[in-house]
């Protein structure tokens, strides 16, 4: 292959990619206004309701500096340990701040 033929190629390959940009974004924004899932001609774009993020129940816990009985008591304990931050945060009382929130997005599988 010469390097005129090559240098076409890599030029059609942007050109499609660019367009396939473009389309994407279009059908993003049509399935958020629509606000469900749609799958047409083997090509689904996921619609993903607005949500918020799990709450950093760790960080609010460790932030309260619970004792180490605690933690053990909300802990399980196999090949790792897991700790139960939520309920570290409720046997403390805690008010812990809610998580983030996360618009809707649409992801095209």
């Given at each position: 292959m010469d390097e005129i033929h090559l240098a076409?190629?890599?030029i059609q390959y942007a050109e499609k990619s660019n367009e396939l940009a473009f389309?994407?974004?279009e059908i993003e924004d049509?399935?958020?206004e629509i606000g469900e899932t749609r799958s047409i001609a083997g090509v689904t774009a996921k619609y993903f309701k607005p949500s918020t993020e799990t709450?950093?129940?760790k960080?609010?816990?460790i932030n309260a500096k619970p004792t180490q009985?605690?933690?053990d008591g909300f802990s399980t304990k196999?090949?790792?340990?897991t700790v139960k931050w939520k309920e570290v945060c409720a046997h403390l009382g805690l008010d812990v701040p809610p998580g983030a929130?996360?618009?809707?997005?649409v992801v095209i599988v």
């Open positions: 076409r190629l890599f389309l994407q974004k049509a399935v958020l709450p950093d129940y960080a609010a816990a009985e605690v933690i196999t090949e790792t340990v929130e996360k618009p809707a997005r």
